[in-house]
């Protein structure tokens, strides 16, 4: 029997209307305000889904009315299809086709990529700007949500190059979002600054724990050191989301000077904190709570606290308290403390699986395990560290980038014959993708670059391309990545 609860946005209008919701710029709005925004938006969404779809895509950046069309699909009980704002036109193709929804809202910022979109698309295309103009229908929202069902859907690469679409239920969000307050705790003046893309699972999560835990979100458009000092030294703030590339350039602009003491967690993700970040942090009296999760686990599955972090300085932390954690030396034997080894993780947070990707289910779950691909051990205490994510994996100021994609669009070239893709440490961003290509005639750096930009988002286009003669494999004939940077 499937577990149902209350409307989540409408119980939290009863519980508590008159407690902020949603901080943006100068404006604020409580829950019920929020609610009613969310009703007439929902209204004037009603029609534009076709009766027999039930998704709607978004293409939306951090603003209040992307808040409220994505609770407006929530109540109409549609499945809400995330587009990342920062892919190509032909990304976004792919995941439209891929995912079929029935409608896709977009805003201003992103109308020239919907416009080299459109003649390709089968669904409804409606700007923010039209939606909000148009007139209000009755609109049956959900009375009660099932813990089973599909909340959200958003798109994840994998090293094979395709991208999956991660499903992700209300049940997901519920679990994830009681895991982590059980670690980090609620108080009355909690505050959330999400200055991370909604978008995303990390953005997004905060929009889903602002209704279930009652407190505000501050939210930024984009990323802004200075201004995000200055909020967290206000005492407007007391949980922030960010990686490690946000945290360097935060410090960088404050100086010597501390945060307001109400700022209590730095929930830090999106990739391993370098330990000389962590000892800043340390020192300057940050609260940094380091994480471990992705998209298939609707955010952080492993915390670790503060008071661990220098103990414990590189660990990611222990699974939070409704997820499990294995790492598995080989198919059949757990790994012993500190033995290397596949991490497999279990837990009502972790997906049911990809959308459309039957074999992939079948790889990546096994007897209720996901297999995440990332490999690690636990040392003595059960402590989790991380070695490699998803073994070739780049994280680049928080955003993942996966080699076999690069190569992919490399190889297309008609110079290029082989190529390899490595991730090379950078100062700014962690880490950035290298290319590595033998040619099979003259062609240079400059063009294979621009080559790449036309088909890839910004933050994926290599560095640097560098020709070689040939690239390391094995007996089998398999690239070795993690060789490619003895090329340099």
């Given at each position: 029997?499937?577990?149902?609860?209350?409307?989540?946005?409408?119980?939290?209008v009863?519980?508590?209307?008159?407690?902020?919701?949603?901080?943006?710029?100068?404006?604020?709005?409580?829950?019920?305000?929020?609610?009613?925004?969310?009703?007439?938006?929902?209204?004037?969404?009603?029609?534009?889904?076709?009766?027999?779809?039930?998704?709607?895509?978004?293409?939306?950046n951090?603003?209040?009315?992307?808040?409220w069309?994505?609770?407006?699909?929530?109540?109409?009980?549609?499945?809400?299809?995330?587009?990342?704002?920062?892919?190509?036109?032909?990304?976004?193709?792919?995941?439209?086709?891929?995912?079929?929804?029935?409608?896709?809202?977009?805003?201003s910022?992103?109308?020239?990529?919907?416009?080299?979109?459109?003649?390709s698309?089968?669904?409804?295309?409606?700007?923010?700007?039209?939606?909000?103009?148009?007139?209000?229908?009755?609109?049956?929202?959900?009375?009660?949500?099932?813990?089973?069902?599909?909340?959200?859907?958003?798109?994840?690469?994998?090293?094979?190059?395709?991208?999956?679409?991660?499903?992700?239920?209300?049940?997901?969000?519920?679990?994830?979002?009681?895991?982590?307050?059980?670690?980090?705790?609620?108080?009355?003046?909690d505050?959330?600054?999400?200055?991370?893309?909604?978008?995303?699972?990390?953005?997004?999560?905060i929009?889903?724990?602002?209704?279930?835990?009652?407190?505000?979100?501050?939210?930024?458009?984009?990323?802004?050191?200075?201004?995000v000092?200055?909020?967290?030294?206000?005492?407007?703030?007391?949980?922030?989301?960010?990686?490690?590339?946000?945290?360097?350039?935060?410090?960088?602009?404050?100086?010597?000077?501390?945060?307001?003491?109400?700022?209590?967690?730095?929930?830090?993700?999106?990739?391993?904190?370098?330990?000389p970040?962590?000892?800043?942090?340390?020192?300057?009296?940050?609260?940094?709570?380091?994480?471990?999760?992705?998209?298939?686990?609707?955010?952080q599955?492993?915390?670790?606290?503060?008071?661990?972090?220098?103990?414990?300085?590189?660990s990611?932390?222990?699974?939070?308290?409704?997820?499990?954690?294995?790492?598995?030396?080989?198919?059949?034997?757990?790994?012993?403390?500190?033995?290397?080894?596949?991490?497999?993780?279990?837990?009502?947070?972790?997906?049911?699986?990809?959308?459309?990707?039957?074999?992939a289910?079948?790889?990546?779950?096994?007897?209720?395990?996901?297999?995440?691909?990332?490999?690690?051990?636990?040392?003595?205490?059960g402590?989790?560290?991380?070695?490699?994510?998803?073994?070739?994996?780049?994280?680049?100021?928080?955003?993942?980038?996966?080699?076999?994609?690069?190569?992919?669009?490399?190889?297309?070239?008609?110079?290029?014959?082989?190529?390899?893709?490595?991730?090379i440490?950078?100062?700014?961003?962690?880490?950035?993708?290298?290319?590595?290509?033998?040619?099979?005639?003259?062609?240079?750096?400059?063009?294979?670059?621009e080559?790449?930009r036309?088909?890839?988002?910004?933050?994926?286009?290599?560095?640097?391309?560098?020709?070689?003669?040939?690239?390391?494999?094995?007996?089998?004939?398999?690239?070795?990545?993690?060789?490619?940077?003895?090329?340099?």
């Amino acid at each position: 029997m499937a577990i149902t609860t209350p409307n989540w946005l409408e119980k939290r209008v009863d519980l508590s209307p008159d407690r902020t919701a949603l901080v943006f710029k100068d404006q604020s709005w409580t829950f019920q305000e929020m609610f009613t925004l969310v009703q007439k938006t929902a209204g004037q969404m009603t029609d534009l889904v076709p009766g027999d779809c039930n998704r709607v895509a978004v293409l939306l950046n951090n603003r209040p009315e992307s808040v409220w069309i994505i609770h407006a699909i929530q109540q109409l009980g549609l499945e809400t299809v995330f587009l990342n704002c920062r892919l190509t036109a032909n990304e976004l193709l792919f995941q439209i086709k891929d995912s079929k929804p029935g409608l896709i809202i977009y805003d201003s910022p992103n109308a020239h990529t919907l416009v080299k979109l459109e003649p390709s698309l089968e669904p409804a295309v409606v700007s923010v700007k039209e939606l909000v103009s148009r007139p209000i229908q009755k609109m049956p929202y959900k009375k009660e949500i099932h813990l089973d069902d599909v909340c959200s859907i958003m798109y994840t690469s994998g090293t094979t190059g395709n991208p999956k679409g991660v499903l992700q239920t209300y049940g997901n969000h519920w679990w994830s979002a009681s895991g982590s307050i059980l670690n980090i705790g609620l108080e009355k003046n909690d505050s959330w600054l999400c200055t991370v893309p909604i978008y995303h699972i990390s953005g997004f999560s905060i929009l889903m724990r602002s209704i279930i835990y009652g407190l505000p979100v501050i939210l930024m458009e984009k990323f802004d050191e200075r201004i995000v000092n200055q909020l967290l030294s206000s005492g407007q703030v007391t949980i922030m989301s960010a990686v490690s590339a946000m945290i360097t350039r935060m410090l960088t602009a404050q100086g010597e000077q501390s945060y307001h003491p109400a700022f209590r967690c730095l929930l830090a993700g999106g990739g391993p904190v370098p330990k000389p970040l962590l000892k800043a942090c340390k020192d300057q009296g940050i609260p940094v709570f380091q994480t471990y999760g992705m998209t298939e686990t609707s955010s952080q599955i492993v915390t670790l606290s503060p008071e661990d972090s220098l103990t414990k300085l590189g660990s990611a932390g222990k699974p939070l308290f409704p997820s499990q954690l294995k790492v598995m030396a080989d198919s059949d034997q757990e790994a012993k403390p500190m033995q290397e080894g596949e991490i497999f993780v279990k837990g009502p947070n972790v997906t049911p699986g990809y959308l459309n990707r039957d074999d992939a289910n079948r790889i990546s779950f096994k007897d209720g395990w996901f297999s995440t691909g990332d490999i690690g051990y636990k040392d003595e205490d059960g402590f989790v560290y991380i070695l490699d994510r998803r073994s070739d994996l780049i994280i680049s100021g928080g955003e993942n980038i996966y080699p076999a994609e690069l190569e992919g669009v490399l190889v297309s070239h008609p110079s290029v014959e082989e190529a390899g893709v490595t991730g090379i440490e950078d100062s700014k961003w962690g880490s950035v993708p290298y290319g590595f290509v033998v040619a099979t005639e003259d062609v240079k750096e400059e063009e294979l670059i621009e080559y790449c930009r036309q088909k890839l988002a910004s933050y994926k286009v290599p560095k640097r391309i560098l020709k070689v003669a040939e690239l390391p494999r094995n007996g089998a004939n398999k690239l070795m990545r993690r060789l490619l940077k003895d090329l340099l």
